[in-house]
């Protein structure tokens, strides 16, 4: 009776082993893999086509006093706009925006009628005169630019600028640049060895005080021929470091304005997304 059951059992076990040679063969002999390179365009979101130039005009600047940002964001734009961008940069002075705005307001009660043009002194001399209701003299929160994004709307103001450079596509907006701080609990990794030596990496939660920025522009493209507002955008990217490590303003801002860039580029011209596709052979 115990010979047939293990004559099953020996069977069973050769067919096992059988079946598992023969996956192990296929799974040999299977389809392989490989990868191909591909790349995807992205359509620029703006039609900058009746244009042959561009002014990146200024911007409506704030937040901390360690560097000029109006200056900085206009020296960088027009910068990457002559090596990445078939439109002619203009070569202008930086049009110092809020101030030209608490000068428009001063000199037509509140209206923007009549406005002072890039260069134009009287617009400090205004500021310096008085401050104008409504209007904070310095902007240091993201509520303070409000009042004063309302010189986009200014269709006149804008295609009197674009007449003066010949109707091109005019670059402008708000920067927003404020130092942060923040405390809590941040999760690293540290390296341990135990009693034979060997290492691993372990997280760790580490109580730590870290500072930083927030950079928050917004870019706004006009039609120089109507000075009627094409297209706006807004970004925001911050940074943290330790407290200890003593990193300057300018520093940290290039470095939130390099993830942006790639962004701002693809306004103008079609941009390619690099990846891969794997397939089966």
């Known amino acids: 009776m115990t010979a047939p059951s293990r004559s099953k059992r020996s069977r069973s076990v050769a067919l096992g082993v059988v079946t598992f040679a023969a996956a192990v063969v296929l799974a040999a002999c299977g389809p392989s893999f490989f990868e191909i390179p591909l790349e995807t365009p992205l359509q620029p979101k703006l039609d900058v086509t009746p244009f042959q130039r561009v002014l990146v005009a200024g911007f409506v600047a704030g937040g901390t006093e360690a560097l000029d940002t109006n200056q900085e964001t206009v020296r960088l734009l027009r910068s990457q706009l002559r090596t990445k961008s078939s439109l002619k940069v203009i070569d202008a002075d930086v049009m110092p925006l809020l101030e030209i705005v608490q000068a428009q307001a001063k000199a037509s009660d509140g209206e923007f009628a009549q406005a002072p043009g890039p260069g134009d002194q009287s617009a400090q001399a ?43 596509l005019i670059v402008t907006g708000t920067v927003l640049f404020t130092p942060q701080s923040r405390s809590g609990f941040v999760q690293r990794e540290q390296e341990e060895f135990d009693s034979f030596g060997r290492r691993r990496v372990v997280p760790v939660r580490t109580y730590m ?64 997304i690099k990846g891969t596709r794997v397939l089966l052979r």
């Open 126 to 168: 205004a500021l310096d005169r008085a401050d104008v209701p409504g209007l904070p003299k310095a902007i240091k929160v993201e509520k303070d630019l409000e009042p004063y994004e309302r010189i986009f709307a200014n269709t006149a103001y804008w295609k009197k600028i674009g007449e003066e450079y010949q109707n091109p």
């Open 209 to 272: 005080e870290r500072t930083g920025y927030i950079l928050r522009p917004k870019f706004v493209f006009i039609d120089g021929r109507t000075g009627a507002t094409l297209y706006s955008e807004t970004y925001r990217e911050e940074i943290l470091y330790n407290a200890q490590q003593n990193t300057p303003a300018l520093s940290s801002y290039f470095e939130l304005m390099d993830r942006l860039v790639p962004n701002f580029l693809g306004n103008f011209s079609t941009q390619k």
